[in-house]
């Protein structure tokens, strides 16, 4: 893709009134001097539609997000490696005619521990939740070489169907457990814990995901919900002095990466540092 044409980018989702993205990438452009446009596609179109969009230019880069990170496998024409063994996708991209499928949440959710000194290789990763958003950070604790990942979601089974599709690649252990059997089993120390539930997103529902139980042990809280921005679940946390962030940092490097994939761009830490102050600024000037 080059620089000098406007990119004609979007996000296709449900619940998407209050995304962020459209100001991210707005940001992210303005750092780097190009001209892009981001819309929001809800409701209106259907994913054979998006499709037919992509193909016939009037689209050239997308995100997707709720309920559609597992719908366009069958749409697109190449799906990169890492989408293909957490089997999701968030981020599509359009190269000469042919439409390319990315996940590049797993790369956010990794740079975000990293950002806040979380170091993960050789770390214990527990994941609340067995959805989209688990399946990438159960696939960034596998790859990034943590002594044992555990997933921990009110229907098992679904853990169990995560911990197989990801544990074929890797030879990390996969631990799964119901809430009240991990309450009972907790006897891990030093580990990140990862909120990757709905539980205390804005009109969701709106309370804490975690107990004394569930923090026992850890010494690190990424809750992935950022609105609100700070969570109940965030509160808790602080209320036990546990470290905590919300899931801004995860959402600004999903973007960045999604951003250099499109555009063909990297940012040096400098440009990214900049957008990032900026985007910050902007989140905390919209509380
Ligand atoms: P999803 O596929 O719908 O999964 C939701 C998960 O939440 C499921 O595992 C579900 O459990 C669990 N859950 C829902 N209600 C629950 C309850 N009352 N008690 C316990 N567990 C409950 O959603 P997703 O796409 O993975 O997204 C999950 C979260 O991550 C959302 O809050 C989303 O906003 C956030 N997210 C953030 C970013 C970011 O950039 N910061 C990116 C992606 C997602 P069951 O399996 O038992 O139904």
């Known amino acids: 893709?080059?620089?000098?044409?406007?990119?004609?980018?979007?996000?296709?989702?449900?619940?998407?009134?209050?995304?962020?993205?459209?100001?991210?990438?707005?940001?992210?452009?303005?750092?780097?001097?190009?001209?892009?446009?981001?819309?929001?596609?809800?409701?209106?179109?259907?994913?054979v539609e998006i499709i037919e969009k992509l193909r016939k230019d009037d689209l050239s880069a997308l995100n997707l997000t709720k309920p559609y990170k597992q719908e366009f496998f069958n749409f697109v024409d190449e799906i990169d490696i890492h989408a293909r063994k957490i089997r999701a996708i968030n981020t599509l991209s359009v190269e000469e005619g042919r439409i390319f499928a990315y996940n590049t949440d797993f790369v956010g959710i990794y740079q975000a521990l990293l950002e806040n000194d979380q170091e993960v290789k050789d770390r214990i990763v527990v994941v609340l939740g067995a959805g989209g958003a688990a399946r990438s950070a159960v696939y960034m604790?596998?790859?990034?070489?943590?002594?044992?990942i555990i997933i921990v979601n009110?229907?098992?089974?679904?853990?169990?169907?995560?911990?197989?599709?990801?544990?074929?690649?890797f030879d990390t252990g996969i631990k799964c457990f119901s809430y009240d059997e991990f309450r009972k089993d907790n006897k891990y120390d030093d580990f990140i814990l990862i909120n990757a539930t709905s539980v205390g997103m804005k009109g969701f529902l709106e309370e804490s995901i975690l107990d004394d139980e569930l923090i026992d042990g850890a010494t690190f809280y990424m809750d992935m919900i950022y609105s609100p921005h700070k969570t109940m679940s965030m509160d808790f946390a602080d209320k036990n002095g546990l470290e905590n962030i919300n899931g801004l940092d995860m959402l600004f490097f999903q973007g960045l990466k999604s951003f250099e994939i499109w555009t063909g761009l990297e940012f040096s830490v400098n440009e990214w540092k900049r957008a990032y102050r900026v985007f910050k600024d902007f989140v905390e000037g919209e509380k």
Not at 141 to 148: C, R
Not at 154 to 169: H, M, N, Q, S, Y
């Open 1 to 47: 893709m080059t620089s000098d044409k406007t990119i004609k980018a979007g996000l296709f989702g449900e619940n998407i009134g209050a995304s962020l993205s459209p100001y991210l990438h707005k940001i992210l452009a303005d750092e780097k001097g190009i001209k892009l446009e981001y819309g929001l596609y809800e409701n209106s179109n259907s994913p």
């Open 141 to 148: 604790a596998a790859k990034y070489e943590t002594s044992k």
């Open 154 to 169: 009110r229907t098992l089974e679904k853990a169990k169907k995560i911990a197989d599709d990801i544990g074929l690649f």
